[in-house]
């Protein structure tokens, strides 16, 4: 159980092209997921909560314009790379939130990540 | 200060070998800790949860001392398929969306 799905799992772009992401879970519904960005050798930086049927939640730094959530279903949260600049290269990992199996608190699970190139 | 803090390593033992890694969190009061497990180009996955009273899972063994604010991870008679980046991941105080803070990660190399 618990397992998610990221579409496409690679993506290169032009230079002021968008891009959208999908992040499913495939046996389960997901209210809250996270979107995470990793670039190399560094740590997975949490950019954003989506929640099911309301607005996404931004970290700080994270520009909510340029970066679109979409979470339209207990099963699909979109994030569209708006505009993307060669700086946005990177690997975009979502998450979803499961209840962990105590039931006293929540564990994540991840997508298998979109690797994004902008030349 | 970070608000998780790894050594990046590398880290490179030879098969058999017992190595540890430590990861020190800056709040006091965050709530719930965890090894997560990262091959290359690869998505985390979870390893072990960390508990107050240490825990092991086989070879693996995650201590927590909530005083110093260090969470360990031992593993023992390492296996070439150990190598990987091992990522020390912090549930903040308050969080109730069950968000994650991860260090930067702490890459094994077991060599033959």
């Known amino acids: 159980g618990a397992v998610v799905s990221q579409h496409p799992s690679w993506v290169i772009c032009k230079s002021g092209t968008s891009v959208k992401i999908e992040c499913r879970s495939l046996?389960?519904?997901?209210?809250?997921m996270f979107w995470y960005r990793q670039f190399p050798k560094q740590s997975l930086m949490l950019m954003a909560t989506?929640?099911?049927?309301?607005?996404?939640?931004?970290e700080q730094g994270v520009e909510k314009d340029k970066f679109l959530i979409n979470h339209a279903s207990l099963t699909l949260s979109t994030l569209t790379v708006t505009s993307a600049h060669p700086e946005d290269s990177s690997f975009y990992i979502c998450?979803?939130?499961?209840?962990?199996?105590?039931?006293?608190?929540?564990?994540?699970?991840f997508g298998p990540g979109t690797r994004l190139t902008v030349t | 200060r970070k608000e998780v803090e790894q050594d990046p390593g590398p880290f490179n033992v030879p098969e058999g070998a017992t190595v540890a890694f430590n990861c020190t969190y800056s709040?006091?009061?965050?709530?719930?800790f965890f090894w997560y497990r990262q091959d290359c180009r690869k998505e985390p996955k979870l390893l072990m949860s960390v508990y107050s009273s240490g825990n092991e899972d086989g070879r693996f063994t995650a201590q927590l001392n909530r005083a110093s604010q260090y969470i360990s991870l031992l593993i023992r008679d390492s296996k070439l398929s150990d190598s990987a980046t091992y990522l020390c991941?912090?549930?903040?105080?308050?969080?109730?969306?069950?968000?994650?803070?991860f260090g930067q990660g702490t890459t094994l190399q077991v060599k033959p």
């Open positions: 046996d389960f519904q997901a209210t809250t």
């Open positions: 709040n006091s009061a965050s709530q719930s």
């Open positions: 991941v912090v549930r903040p105080p308050r969080s109730n969306t069950g968000k994650l803070i």
């Open positions: 989506s929640n099911e049927g309301s607005k996404a939640t931004y």
């Open positions: 998450s979803a939130r499961v209840i962990d199996s105590a039931g006293t608190g929540y564990e994540q699970y």
